[in-house]
């Protein structure tokens, strides 16, 4: 090349040059300061960076805030997390599993899910593998099983296994007649009611018995939507043993669910809200009934964040992506959005930590 000629380097318009910086992390610092040093880093360390934010700003006041929360969050120990959200006022309208209402409303009447294992050879919960050998409860003898003996082995012990959690099957008798003497009757003589109405019934049972038994656990999720006036929706109330033992108590009594019921007051919450957002942990029924709320409204959300594992090229709604979600006008053209691909378990209390940390 010429001395004559400088030389000029290619036009890059997608390159913003905003060079990585490598996170710093130390003893003594807070998740807020975590989730801070993740912005410079990349991959997924920028995505829950971004996320964070996003979810920091849904958390003000003047945002109506959607909470959709999938999978097994209340067995795996998510359970005060997302009752303190609600208590705290950061949540508008929960949408949620029946199963997550089943686990919730057990240990808000005395019941617990335990550490448990996912196969005959991995070591307890705290428990060094090479003392297995030495355990009083006999699971010892678990060892040399196959997988679907193992499971075969709690099956005859009365212990259903949610992976690596454990929940025996005495509690669902004992939620049984829960439903059966405290949730359901006062439901009985107003025709068919709404899931929501179902969910709030459960919710001041819930916190009514776990006061008066005394009993140690939190009140949980139900109890403090019901103490707070928040709405707590259940499109699939069916698919659970909430949903089993409603149908079955309806078999031989006036009560009946309308599911219709609640699309009103939902879509006018999301009609009525001048700037919405929405939180989506895990997919499935929670996550497009919340999404879908949007369709019959002039607006849409201007906030989303999303956990998921699923990927989006299977073509499901568990793993589409929130950018796809736009394209049917369920957010904003110009809303702030982001996807955190990982387990839920451990991206959720880092998220709501780190964003109320922020604002708080």
């Known amino acids: ?212 038994e005394g009993v140690a656990e939190d009140p949980g999720i139900a109890a403090a939507a019901y103490e707070c006036d928040v709405p707590v929706y259940c499109p699939a109330v069916q698919d659970s043993v909430l949903g089993l033992q409603a149908w079955m108590y309806s078999q031989t009594s006036a009560f009946t669910l309308d599911a219709l019921q609640d699309m009103t007051p939902l879509t006018d919450l999301a009609f009525e809200a001048e700037t919405a957002g929405c939180l989506l942990v895990g997919g499935g029924v929670p996550k497009n009934f919340t999404l879908q709320t949007m369709l019959v409204t002039p607006g849409a959300y201007d906030y989303a964040v999303q956990i998921t594992m699923d990927p989006d090229a299977t073509g499901g709604l568990s793993g589409a992506t929130l950018d796809e979600a736009r394209s049917w006008g369920k957010l904003e053209k110009d809303a702030r959005n982001a996807t955190v691909v990982g387990d839920a378990t451990i991206l959720l209390p880092l998220l709501v930590a780190a964003a109320r940390e922020r604002v708080e």
Request: with cysteine; aromatic share 6%.
């Open 1 to 212: 090349m010429s001395d004559d000629h400088e030389y000029e380097p290619p036009r890059r318009e997608e390159f913003s040059h905003d060079p990585i910086d490598h996170a710093e992390v130390r003893g003594g610092m807070t998740v807020g300061e975590l989730a801070a040093e993740y912005g410079n880093a990349g991959i997924g360390a920028a995505k829950v960076h971004e996320a964070v934010d996003i979810y920091a700003e849904m958390l003000d006041p003047d945002v109506t805030c959607f909470l959709s929360l999938a999978g097994a969050m209340v067995p795996a120990g998510m359970r005060r997390v997302v009752s303190d959200l609600v208590r705290d006022g950061y949540v508008d309208a929960l949408v949620t599993t029946g199963a997550n209402l089943t686990h919730d409303a057990i240990e808000a009447i005395g019941g617990k899910h335990h550490h448990g294992r996912v196969g005959p050879n991995e070591a307890r919960h705290g428990t060094p593998r090479s003392d297995s050998s030495d355990s009083s409860d006999g699971s010892h003898e678990r060892e040399g099983m196959t997988p679907r003996e193992f499971d075969e082995a709690l099956r005859d012990e009365e212990v259903d296994r949610i992976y690596n959690v454990y929940l025996p099957q005495e509690h669902f008798a004992l939620f049984e007649s829960h439903l059966r003497s405290e949730v359901f009757p006062p439901l009985e003589g107003d025709g068919a009611v709404s899931i929501a109405r179902l969910t709030r019934e459960l919710g001041r049972a819930n916190a009514e018995v776990n006061e008066r």
